[in-house]
Structures are given as structure tokens and as C-alpha cells.
């Protein structure tokens, strides 16, 4: 027997167990919905790669409405050239990597491969000819092998170490416990950045794309190790169109472009030398770097500009 007062406070918690349940669904559904998927176009063709052109044309982007990242960015790398982006922490460098890799959609102006507005070619073939070497590079619970051929699933054994080879890793994975069957990630050895980058370029080399992106880690490196990872870069890029988002000057002198980014918009741009010449925020930056020992530099901190 159930007294109607138990009854009564019985309906009430039930009603407000139901109650709650819905909040937590909507806020699910909120959650959901916040996280804005790129969809592809129904009429959506691949991309048909020529020659590795890469325009931006006055792109406009924001993560949140109301918070302008990027605005007006507009540049062109030309077929197998090198681009740097370089500037303050903040100022946008990695945001161009990710629209150009397709995370997002831009809000306003377009980004073109070889022509054609990227927003508008399937995700899975835009990606095909487009590969990044990130600036923490995740390694799956697995040996250091299967982790290194994620770059071409269909790649050889031979292949995945000859791309080591290359990536300058083959001799420290020889140095391993059980070599290339060492178990890496989170349950296995820890790698360290230099050692996770090495494996991010092995990858890169495995997969050939013909659109390269490089997003240099923020932490210093031994200079040794920047060497190294500096020369299997250069044997990577070399005749591929590279965007590099790059945090010491040094890695960069000889781009064929520097962008220098400000507030989401390029401040200035040109070649290492044309930019030293004009005297203003590359200028500034390359003279704090010089003044900075090496394990310290970084090009994230906000310039002051030189006294003219
Ligand atoms: P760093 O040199 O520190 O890597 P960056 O120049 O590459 O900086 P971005 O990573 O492009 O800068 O970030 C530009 C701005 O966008 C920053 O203010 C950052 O806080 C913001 N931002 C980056 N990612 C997101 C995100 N997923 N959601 C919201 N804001 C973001």
C-alpha cells in the first residue's frame, strides 16, 4: 500500500528525473551542433591536380561568430615553391594550414588549388594530394612500424624503412628494444618531440602528397636534431608546393615567400632579405632572434618595432 502523500512526492521525482534527462539531452544536442562539420557539396567532383598552384583570395575566418581570425588574407604560392608563415603567437599561421587542409570552411573569400574553390571537391580527394606534418604528432598504441606506414597503408615493409631512412629515424629506431617492433604511444616508449616529428615526415614521405604542410613545433629543438629534421625536410619539399608555419627565422631564409602575420592579416611580405630591408616587424623579429640563444628563440613573442 502507497499512502497518496509517497505517491505524490514519488510523481515529483520522476517528473523531475525526466525532466533533467531532456536538459541533458538538449545540451548534448548544443554540443553536438557547436561542432560545425564540413560536409561535402552533393555536386561535389575531386580535385583535378595539375600543377600545385595554391591562391587565397581574400579569405575571411572565424572559430566563434564575433572573433575575426583571419581577415582579407589573400596570397599565391606558386608550383613547387616554399611559402613561410611567420608572426606572433595567435596572429593565425596554423589557422591557414587547417583551412587549406579543410577543417574548416573560410566565411568570406575563397581558397583555389590549381583553379578550384577547395570548398567546393570532395574532402577524401582534396586530402589525397595534401599532406601535414603537424606540430604534435599522435602516435597509435602500436609498434613504431605500423605507426610510420599510416602514412601509405599499402607501403612495403622495405619502403616504411627506407622512408626512416630519409626522415633521418632509422638509426635511433635501430637503438629501440625490439627495433621496428617496438611498441610506441601512450601504452608503449614515449617518443620525444623530435623523435614524434621525424616519425610525422617518415609518414609524409610514405604518403608523397604534392601539397606539403608544415607546422614547425613551437619547442626548441637541439640544434643537432633541427639539422637533421631541417635536411629531411628539404629532401621532402623540395619541387613540392610547401606552406611552412615556422617559429625560427633561421629555418626559413631561403623561402620563396615570407608572410609575416599580424592580427590575421599579412603585415608584410617578400623574401628574407627584401623584408630585413624594409626595416619593420621581420626586421624587428630577426634581430630579437639573433640577440636570443638558441634553445630560447621563438618567433611568437610580439615584436617591438626597430627605431628608424
Ligand atoms: P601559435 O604560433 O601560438 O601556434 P598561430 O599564429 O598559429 O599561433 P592560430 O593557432 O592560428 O595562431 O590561432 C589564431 C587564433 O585563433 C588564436 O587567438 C587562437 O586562440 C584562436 N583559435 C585557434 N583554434 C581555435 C579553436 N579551435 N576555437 C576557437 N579559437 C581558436
Known amino acids: 500500500f502507497v499512502s497518496p502523500l509517497t505517491y505524490f512526492v514519488l510523481l515529483l521525482c520522476f517528473h523531475r528525473m525526466i525532466q533533467s534527462a531532456f536538459v541533458d539531452m538538449e545540451s548534448m544536442f548544443e554540443l553536438l551542433t557547436e561542432e560545425k562539420e564540413v560536409k561535402d557539396d552533393v555536386n561535389a567532383g575531386d580535385l583535378l591536380f595539375t600543377e600545385g598552384r595554391v591562391d587565397f583570395q581574400n579569405v575571411c575566418f572565424s572559430y566563434t561568430a564575433g572573433k575575426e581570425i583571419l581577415s582579407e588574407v589573400s596570397f599565391t604560392v606558386m608550383p613547387g615553391q616554399t611559402v613561410a608563415l611567420v608572426g606572433p603567437s595567435g596572429s593565425g599561421k ?10 574548416y570552411d573560410v566565411q568570406g573569400g575563397c581558397i583555389l588549388i590549381d583553379g578550384q574553390d577547395i570548398s567546393k571537391v570532395k574532402q577524401n580527394s582534396l586530402r589525397s594530394y595534401v599532406g601535414v606534418v603537424p606540430q604534435d604528432t599522435v602516435l597509435f598504441n602500436d609498434n613504431i612500424r605500423e605507426n610510420i606506414r599510416y602514412g601509405r597503408i599499402s607501403a612495403s615493409d622495405q619502403e616504411v624503412e627506407e622512408a626512416a631512412v630519409a626522415a633521418d629515424i632509422h638509426h635511433k629506431i635501430l637503438s629501440f628494444p625490439d627495433g621496428y617492433d617496438t611498441e610506441v604511444g601512450e601504452r608503449g616508449l614515449k617518443l620525444s618531440g623530435g623523435e614524434k616529428q621525424r616519425v610525422a615526415i617518415a609518414r609524409t614521405i610514405l604518403k608523397s602528397p604534392r601539397i606539403i604542410l608544415l607546422d614547425e613545433a613551437t619547442s626548441a629543438l637541439d640544434s643537432q ?24 627565422l633561421s629555418t626559413i631564409i631561403k623561402a620563396d615567400q615570407i608572410l609575416v602575420l599580424h592580427d590575421g592579416r599579412i603585415a608584410e611580405q617578400g623574401r628574407h632579405e627584401e623584408l630585413l630591408a624594409m626595416g619593420g616587424l621581420y626586421a624587428a623579429m630577426w ?22
Not at 596554423?94 to 577543417?103: A, P, Q
Not at 637533421?228 to 615556422?246: D, E, G, P, W
Not at 636570443?292 to 627605431?307: G, I
Open 94 to 103: 596554423s589557422t591557414i594550414i587547417r583551412l587549406l587542409f579543410r577543417f
Open 225 to 248: 636534431t633541427e639539422r637533421n629534421i631541417q635536411a629531411s625536410l628539404a629532401k621532402v619539399c623540395a619541387n613540392h608546393t610547401t606552406l611552412v608555419v615556422a617559429h625560427r
Open 287 to 308: 634581430l630579437k632572434q639573433q640577440q636570443t640563444p638558441e634553445s630560447e628563440v621563438s618567433t611568437d613573442e610580439q615584436p617591438q618595432e626597430p627605431q628608424q
